[in-house]
Each structure stands twice: as C-alpha cells, then as structure tokens.
C-alpha cells in the first residue's frame, strides 16, 4: 500500500467520467496527492490517463465524483477558478504562444495577478530558477528548443505559484537528457512545498523521479504503491517498461 499519511492537498474520490453520450472512460478513481509529493499515473494508452486530468480541471464534463484541493470542494470550478484556487494544469504537447517572447509568455501565465508589484517579482523569481529563460527572454518563444519550451511551459504556470501542478506527460517529444532536467525541475519544485500530479508513458524515469504511483487500466486503478516498490514490480515492468518475464 502506499505510504502517503499526511492530509491530502488534492483529494480525487469516485471520480467518473466521458466523452458526450459514450462510455466512461474513467470509471471511479481515488487518488490523493500531499504536498511536496510527486505521484504519476501510468497506464496503458487508452488508459484514460489524460481524461483524467481534463476531468479533474473540468475540461470535461464529471458524471460522479469529487475534487478537493487543500480541504476545499472545487468539483465543478472551471479551470480558470481552479488555478486561482491554486491548482494549475499543463496539457500534453506544446502550450506556449509561439509569437510571443519568452518574457511575456511568462508574463502571460500571470495574467490573473492584478497587482503589478507581485507580477514583477513573481517574473523575477521564474528567472531565477530558469536562468536559461532569463538568458532568452527577448526571444520569440518557437525559436526555443524542445526542452525550453517545456521549462516555459512550467515557468509560465508557476506564474500563479499554484500549491498543485498536474501535468500530462512532460516528458514527451524531449531527448532523453532534457527528460532528466524536467523530472529535476519537479522534484525541485516538491522539495518546495509542491504537490505534483503527472501521467506519464515514460515509466521508468517517471517512476524514478516520483514517490508514488498509481497504474490505471481502463479507467480504474489497477495498483497503488509506492514508486519504488511498482519500479521493483514484475507485473509493471512487464507491462509498461517492456520488459520480459524471468524465466521461471
Ligand atoms: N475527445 C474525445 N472524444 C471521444 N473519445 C475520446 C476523446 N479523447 C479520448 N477519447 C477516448 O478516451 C479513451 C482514453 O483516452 P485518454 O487520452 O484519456 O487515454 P490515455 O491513457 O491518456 O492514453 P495515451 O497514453 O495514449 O495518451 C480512448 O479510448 C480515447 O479514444
């Protein structure tokens, strides 16, 4: 069983949802997330992985279930209130505005901020801690490679300095290298209070960057564990890392 014994800041309970008329595609799934904890959802494609996360920020539409941040219900607040509330969300492939500098897509991500003094030092701090975007911040941001782009994307999302980021495979499209350098951002980010929730195809890296995980298989939760103990799993490294069965 999973190890995770402080209150959730994220809270998922029975959560069930689909596409217009069609069948449920996640089909009851509780997951909790503490802070300064990073917990990935892997599963086959088709899982519902993805749906899951639209489900949670309310990109689609919930048929049962329920979503607390930090003790709150905030089920059915539309994705906007929801980052307001400090939950924030990066969709899988490119999100950035490609005409845009570096600078201002990272002002973007602020764009709910009203005071312009917290706006200033929050593009500050994100320059901080992405000295590479610093170095670029006058470049239009699709002339970024791959792997600064994605640091854009996290740079711009930490704009509202969200106590949850949920993030659907970051590390897609990226070498291998820069995959390291985003898992290093987010465990980065944990160390900092963070409660990070991302589904990922990458098992192995994820799973080595994560505290635990939950495997999803055809909308539920097939397993739930701590990441080391479903990286040591036969089961899982069978199905997900493409690994054959020991001889027996
Ligand atoms: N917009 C949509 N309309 C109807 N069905 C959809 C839509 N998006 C996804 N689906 C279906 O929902 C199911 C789950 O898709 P989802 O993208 O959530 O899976 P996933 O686990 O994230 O897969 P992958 O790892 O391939 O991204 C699939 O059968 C898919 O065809």
Same mark, same amino acid.
């Given at each position: 069983m999973s190890e995770q014994t402080s209150k959730p800041i994220l809270a998922i309970r029975d959560l069930k949802a689909g596409y217009g $008329? $069609? #069948?449920?595609?996640?089909n009851g799934v509780d997951i909790n997330v503490g802070a300064g904890e990073i917990v990935c959802v892997i599963g086959q494609n088709g899982a519902g992985k993805s749906t899951l996360l639209k489900g949670i920020v309310n990109l689609i539409q919930l048929r049962q279930g329920t979503v607390q941040l930090d003790g709150k219900?905030?089920?059915? /607040? @539309?994705a906007q209130k929801l980052l307001l509330e400090g939950l924030a969300y990066i969709p899988q492939g490119r999100s950035i505005f @490609? #005409? %845009?500098t570096v600078a201002e897509n990272i002002r973007m991500g602020g764009y /709910?901020?009203?005071?312009r003094a917290v706006l200033k030092r929050r593009h500050e701090e994100m320059e901080a801690m992405f000295p590479a975007l610093a170095e670029l #911040? $006058? %470049?239009?941001?699709?002339? /970024?490679?791959g792997g600064q782009q994605r640091q854009l994307e996290l740079a711009r999302t930490l704009m509202m300095d969200p106590k949850v980021l949920m993030l659907d495979? @970051?590390?897609? $499209? %990226?070498?291998p290298r820069i995959v390291d350098q985003v898992f290093t951002v987010l465990r980065d980010l944990a160390k900092l209070g963070k409660a990070v929730l991302m589904v990922e195809q990458n098992v192995r890296k994820a799973l080595a960057a994560a505290d635990r995980g939950y495997v999803l298989e055809l909308g539920k939760v097939r397993l739930e564990d701590r990441a080391q103990a479903l990286l040591d799993d036969e089961r899982v490294a069978q199905l997900y890392m493409g690994m054959r069965p020991t001889a027996a």
């Open positions: $008329g $069609g #069948r449920m595609i996640v219900d905030v089920t059915d /607040l @539309p @490609p #005409r %845009l /709910l901020i009203k005071d #911040r $006058g %470049l239009q941001a699709s002339s /970024l490679s495979e @970051p590390s897609i $499209g %990226l070498a």
